[in-house]
């Protein structure tokens, strides 16, 4: 098996787990409004990280590795 971490944003991940916005706000613990902020590019805190890893039963890294860089430049269209 490889040590190489899948890589999926957290919409795939909840679609994978057959929830909705406002199921997967409810598991964490946060607000709907919450979630399709992290979807759509806002950086969970580090203590949501670890409840989003255990609620899609993944390692918190995969989440820290699957969020945009903020930094980088984005192609130009």
């Known amino acids: 098996m ?4 899948e890589r ?3 919409r795939a991940w909840r679609e994978e787990n057959f929830l909705t916005l406002k199921e997967l706000a ?3 613990g946060v607000k709907l ?3 399709w902020n992290w979807e759509h590019g806002k950086h969970p805190e580090f203590r949501n990280i670890r409840k989003l890893a ?3 039963g993944i390692h918190p890294k995969q989440i820290i590795l699957s969020e945009p860089d ?3 430049e984005k192609p130009a269209a």
């Open 33 to 35: 409004q919450t979630v």
């Open 26 to 28: 409810e598991k964490v």
């Open 2 to 5: 490889s040590d190489e971490l």
């Open 54 to 56: 255990e609620v899609f």
């Open 8 to 10: 999926k944003t957290i």
């Open 70 to 72: 903020e930094g980088k």
